[in-house]
């Protein structure tokens, strides 16, 4: 008997084990590219564990239970019904039970870090927003009021992502932002639900018509990122995607001077 749970012991803790050295050492994520994204990955590595943990261990007892509970010679039929049993499902209530609020505390705890429970209708001295309620975002991580320095609006159509620098007067087709600074965009659709999502910044929002909506990053490499709508918003749903280019600030300046339609 001894020797038994000794060894189912020994088995769990291998299967934690190995499941949080797999978490730890294989990234499965694109590089992070904002200060959002460290924090983020914080908890899809937790969650990639406990997934781990789960898989593992179901596939190790399914294989174990295929040799084990094999139909010995001249067995028939399925043996002695069983009729309950309290303990095991008192284990299989309570363990997923923690596992899941952990989670759910955990998740809240990650998007209030990452400035998604701050509030998002103060005053906004770089949009012209007047009293327009914004509906949903993501807000400055140290909850100061007010846009980043570089406001930019976007609008979201089918099937095209279009950006507006209103300190340039100016429309993009591509996102242009200087690197390690606090960048806010403030997000219309034109006709239905769209949602703007940069995988490498680990942010995502829906864009709403009528329904304005913020985000608040700030981008730490420099390099050309994809922006993917991740709502499915029509038949070219698929194509609708844009890129965001992330410079040094003399580079940005040059772009934005470029385009610049104020002050010619
Ligand atoms: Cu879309």
């Keep these: 008997m001894l020797n038994k749970s000794f060894y189912l012991i020994l088995i769990i803790t291998s299967i934690i084990g190995i499941s949080f050295w797999i978490g730890f050492n294989i990234n499965l994520l694109p590089e992070e590219a904002s200060i959002n ?20 261990g179901m596939t190790a007892l399914v294989i174990f239970s295929l040799f084990k509970f094999r139909k010995k010679e001249g067995q028939f039929g399925d043996g002695i019904a069983l009729e309950g049993n309290l303990s095991l499902e008192i284990i299989w209530t309570v363990i997923p039970s923690i596992i899941i609020l952990f989670v759910g505390i955990y998740s809240y705890n990650i998007y209030e870090r990452m400035g998604g429970m701050n509030e998002l209708n103060h005053h906004h001295e770089n949009l012209n927003t007047n009293s327009e309620k914004i509906w949903a975002g993501i807000n400055k991580i140290n909850n100061k009021s007010g846009f980043g320095q570089t406001a930019i609006e976007v609008s979201a159509m089918q099937f095209a992502f279009l950006f507006n620098y209103p300190q340039g007067e100016f429309i993009s087709g591509e996102l242009h932002v200087p690197v390690n600074q606090e ?22 929002q829906d864009i709403i018509p009528g329904q304005p909506t913020i985000l608040n990053f700030t981008p730490t490499k420099t390099g050309k990122y994809p922006i993917i709508c991740a709502e499915l918003c029509g038949p070219y749903h698929g194509g609708m995607r844009a890129s965001i280019i992330v410079e040094e600030q003399s580079d940005y300046e040059k772009w934005f001077k470029q385009n610049n339609k104020i002050n010619l």
């Excluded at 990639?48 to 789960?54: P, R, T, Y």
């Design 37 to 56: 994204a460290p924090i983020y990955d914080e908890l899809f590595k937790i969650l990639f564990i406990i997934g781990l943990i789960l898989f593992i």
């Design 183 to 204: 960048i806010s965009i403030k997000m219309e659709s034109k006709d239905v639900i769209h949602a703007f999502w940069i995988p490498e910044f680990r942010i995502k």
